[in-house]
């Protein structure tokens, strides 16, 4: 094994973070790199019966593999990048970001709580599954009727709360079905376009996170990083550094390079708002966006 180019990846132990995990050392085995991987457990992962509300602080899913990296324990941190706050610690930097898989909400649906007839093929009160504030938000501005009930733990978990029937319907982020090829033959799949169910800033990407002074580590990874990709979340992610937000803040923000799609609401209990901004490449423009919804306030 060569040190000098052996990279320690720092992950959850989750199904999802795993995969992406392993996708990235296959993409670093590609660059000639040796890579090993270490599961660190989260705030997040260990509290399951609170909503991401009711935790303490920020950096919920993050904040132990950040300490394991300054600690120098591991040299490489995947994260969702949506889970990373817009403030890094002192000493991070993320070097690279992934492609972009869809970044749309998925509704999975019970087969006994279809209705054709209603928008998002849903019955009429259903109860549907989400500890997010941003997708609460979202379904009191489309769906007033529907009973919202949190929902913990990680994606196959998720599924099986929703086919043992604690619950109608749930909202999960597609990235994440898509990534663990998980059959969902015996439900209903209703992709929500983007620009309507609005996803979390960053959402569908992976952030690549080193020390900042590990010139030997940024080497070996900032190639992986997909210049496009990073333009158009950088909006995204400004707009919710500006707002000053974490998992808590009911925000959406998605850039499709031609129209920045935003919702936002006060609290998890009232109903979003919409609004619409030509991207234009206008380098103010998350600052217009940010002042927009302050205004509201």
């Not at 950040?66 to 403030?87: F, G, P, R, Y």
Request: proline share 4%.
């Amino acid at each position: 094994m060569s040190e000098d180019k052996h990279i320690r990846i720092g992950t959850r132990g989750s199904d999802l973070a795993l995969w992406q995990a392993n996708h990235v050392k296959q993409q670093l085995e590609q660059l000639g790199a040796t890579v090993s991987i270490q599961i660190i457990s989260t705030q997040g992962d260990r509290i399951q019966d609170l909503s991401f509300d009711k935790l303490e602080g920020k950096g919920f899913f993050t904040k132990e593999i950040e300490q394991a990296l300054l600690e120098n324990v591991v040299d490489l941190a995947i994260h969702s990048h949506k889970d990373l706050e817009t403030n890094p610690p002192e000493g991070l930097v993320i070097v690279a970001v992934s492609e972009r898989e869809d970044p749309a909400e998925l509704l999975l649906i019970h087969p006994n709580a279809i209705a054709e007839e209603k928008e998002w093929r849903l019955k009429e009160n259903a109860s549907i599954g989400t500890s997010s504030a941003r997708r609460k938000s979202q379904v009191l501005a489309h769906r007033p009727d529907l009973i919202i009930k949190e929902l913990r733990g990680n994606v196959p978990t998720r599924i099986a709360k929703l086919r043992n029937g604690e619950y109608d319907a749930i909202l999960l982020a597609k990235a994440g079905v898509s990534r663990l090829k998980l059959d969902l033959s015996d439900l209903i799949v209703v992709r929500l376009d983007p620009k309507i169910m609005v996803p979390a800033p960053a959402q569908g990407v992976l952030g690549l996170q080193i020390r900042s002074n590990d010139e030997r580590t940024k080497s070996l990874v900032s190639p992986l990083n997909e210049d496009a990709v990073h333009e158009l979340i950088a909006v995204e992610r400004k707009v919710l550094n500006l707002m000053e937000g974490g998992c808590q803040l009911p925000l959406g923000v998605y850039n499709d390079g031609e129209f920045i799609h935003v919702t936002h609401a006060h609290s998890a209990g009232e109903a979003a708002v919409y609004f619409q901004f030509e991207s234009n490449g206008n380098k103010e423009i998350a600052q217009n966006i940010a002042a927009a919804l302050k205004a509201r306030s």
